[in-house]
């Protein structure tokens, strides 16, 4: 192709020497026209070529290439990140402002509970407190005098056991009051109140609640449940003929609901035991961030088995060509005529092990990895482009 436009540039050059020639005799200057040049390793595009294209840039990676093992699962999280909030008193609904979906922070006010319960637990242990008190001090006045032979032993135990009992009430109050939210410390005759504030034991999000303002509570029901999403885990189902394939550490690549980008986990538990359908599960931690990923959706996931570290591309970034295999690299940005351009040159490789949608690539000499930008959708019509220089390149 060098050659044909080398003497197709020549062949121009001539014409225009010869039919000038002719006009002004031999001892005219022949005009010569400037055409420009293209390498026959360079495609060049408009930006709305580009677009129709689909041409998309990313870098060449190194990974682990070799064979994987497809499995299916759930995207869940761990028992600690889910939340169950019930009243364990009861009551009536006063207020509440969330709606599902809203996140909330670890603290946060749920909901506002009325109940008359609350507050003769509040009398009862304030009462008991005070009885605590007096009965603290008959105890240590009993003790002095019957070492001084003032009281007999039977008096000193009857007050002695009316002290342990109040002790052992009080603390019993200060557990109640603990359990429905109220400091027992912060307790005073002058703030005993019927409305109990609802937190959230968990920092996350809330996926369902089940009350509405009136309406009455039972220790039993269930009032919100939350999840915190930002430690998420995957629950795969691995059957067992491919137990001796997992170990802890191996790395897993995951596609949530068929969708196209592709996110990363480590397993870090396998199952320990086989169910009835002869299926076992694997447990694996989800490593960065993943936008957009939430518990209980379905996922497609591949467990790498171990291989070597190898330069490695999206096998649909490379393309073959008259027994060859090339792939696209951006070259530069440039303006013909007030229009931008964008040109891209075709770079020879060689393939080697393919896996899980990449193939190996065995670059030219000084091929720069860290910094070179190479197409990696869209390869395939730059060579239509390249083929077909009238239809898309320019």
């Keep these: 192709m060098k050659k044909l ?6 062949l121009i ?48 990676e190194i990974r682990s290439l070799g064979n994987s093992l497809k499995v299916n699962g759930i995207v869940t999280v761990t028992p600690q990140n889910i939340a169950t909030v019930c009243m364990p008193l009861g009551g009536f609904i006063k207020t509440t402002t969330l709606m599902p979906g809203n996140a909330v922070s670890k603290g946060q006010s749920l909901a506002v509970i009325v109940n008359q319960e609350f507050v003769d637990i509040q009398l009862d242990y304030l009462e008991a407190k005070n ?47 603990l359990l429905i939210g109220i400091n027992p410390d912060l307790l005073r005759e ?10 959230s034991p968990i920092k996350g999000f809330i996926k369902s609640i089940n009350i509405n303002i009136g309406k009455y509570v039972s220790p039993t029901d269930v009032l919100f449940e939350i999840i915190n999403s930002d430690i998420l885990f995957l629950e795969l189902t691995l059957f067992e003929k491919d137990a001796e394939k997992v170990t802890l550490g191996q790395k897993i690549r995951f596609f949530v609901n068929n969708g196209s980008k592709e996110y990363e986990a480590v397993i870090t538990q396998t199952g320990k035991s086989v169910s009835s359908d002869k299926t076992f599960t694997v447990y694996a931690s989800v490593t960065g961030q993943c936008n957009n990923v ?11 088995e ?3 570290m190898v330069t490695s591309l999206p096998s649909e970034a490379i393309v073959s060509f008259d027994d060859r295999d090339y792939i696209f690299t951006f070259e530069k940005d440039k303006l ?9 040159r075709m770079v020879e490789v060689k393939k080697g092990i393919s896996g899980s949608g990449f193939t190996e690539v065995e670059l030219p000499e000084g091929f720069n990895i860290s910094t070179v930008k190479v197409v990696i959708k869209g390869a395939y019509n730059l060579l239509s482009a390249k083929k077909n220089a009238g239809e898309m390149a320019c």
């Design 5 to 10: 436009g080398f003497i197709a540039f020549m």
């Design 336 to 344: 013909e005529d007030g229009k931008p351009f964008t040109e891209y």
């Design 294 to 304: 939430l518990p209980g959706m379905y996922v497609n996931a591949y467990i790498e």
């Design 190 to 199: 002058d703030n005993i109140n019927s409305e109990i504030t609802l937190v």
């Design 13 to 60: 050059g001539v014409l225009v020497v010869f039919m000038s020639s002719c006009r002004n005799g031999s001892n005219s200057v022949a005009e010569i026209i400037e055409v420009e040049y293209i390498p026959e390793d360079i495609v060049e595009l408009r930006d709305d070529q580009i677009k129709l294209a689909g041409i998309q840039m990313g870098a060449i």
């Design 306 to 308: 171990s291989g070597n």
């Design 131 to 177: 009885k605590l008190s007096y009965a603290k001090a008959e105890y240590e006045r009993h003790t002095d005098l019957f070492k001084d032979d003032v009281y007999s032993e039977k008096n000193v135990q009857q007050v002695t056991v009316e002290y342990k009992n109040l002790i052992a009430m009080v603390k019993s109050l200060e557990q109640k009051l």
